[in-house]
């Protein structure tokens, strides 16, 4: 696939196969992100592998920030826990602070840009991903930052799910739409 095929089918996917992904396969997402853009060069992504018995753990963690979260609502919780006990990989990535806040934002944009390159070389090795923030992705609970064992100076970007799709799921995103360019640009 040429880069504008990957952009053009690249879709968030969310259910995946009972199946473990390769460390190789892992290690090739990890090198895509290191080669983002970055100001400075100063490289500020960390990464954050969970999987096996780590990934138990976070299943615990997540059912007790769902409970406070959604008391009431118990079958969401189920669902939710089932997303993560079904899902063969997760990765938090962090942004290095920095004293200056336009240092911060400007490491912040280049995390994006590196989960971004990592999701696009998911495509590439026909694993399925999407980048979790909210819910299970757990990134606006602060405990998530004591579970990585992350130092306080590193914001938590996002945490991506990820492993080989559904096929399912894989034929139903295809037909998802975008606003043409047209609507969104101003030609100044
Ligand atoms: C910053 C960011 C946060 C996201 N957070 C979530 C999330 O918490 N849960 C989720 O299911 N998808 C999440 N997504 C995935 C988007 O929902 C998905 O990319 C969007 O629906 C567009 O679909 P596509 O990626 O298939 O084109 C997030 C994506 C981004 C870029």
Redesign the pocket.
């Known amino acids: 696939m040429n880069a504008f095929e990957i952009l053009q089918t690249?879709?968030?996917i969310?259910n995946y196969e009972n199946r473990e992904v390769e460390r190789e396969k892992i290690e090739r997402l990890l090198e895509a992100a290191t080669l983002a853009p970055n100001d400075r060069m100063r490289e500020p992504w960390s990464f954050f592998v969970i999987q096996g018995e780590t990934k138990k753990r976070y299943e615990k963690l997540a059912y007790e920030y769902l409970q406070e979260r959604f008391p009431t609502k118990p079958h969401l919780i189920e669902s939710s826990i089932k997303v993560v006990s079904q899902t063969p990989v997760m990765i938090a990535v962090t942004s290095d602070i920095l004293p200056e806040e336009a240092d911060s934002k400007d490491n912040e944009y280049a995390v994006c840009c590196a989960i971004h390159s990592m999701w696009l070389a998911a495509q590439e090795l026909n694993l399925g991903f999407?980048?979790?923030?909210?819910?299970v992705?757990l990134v606006h609970d602060g405990r998530l930052h004591d579970f990585i064992g992350s130092p306080k100076d590193k914001k938590i970007i996002?945490m991506v799910f990820l492993g080989y799709p559904n096929q399912k799921e894989l034929e139903e995103?295809k037909t998802?739409k975008r606003t043409h360019f047209q609507e969104k640009t101003v030609w100044l």
């Open positions: 690249r879709r968030a969310r999407v980048w979790r923030t909210r819910g992705g996002g995103v998802k």
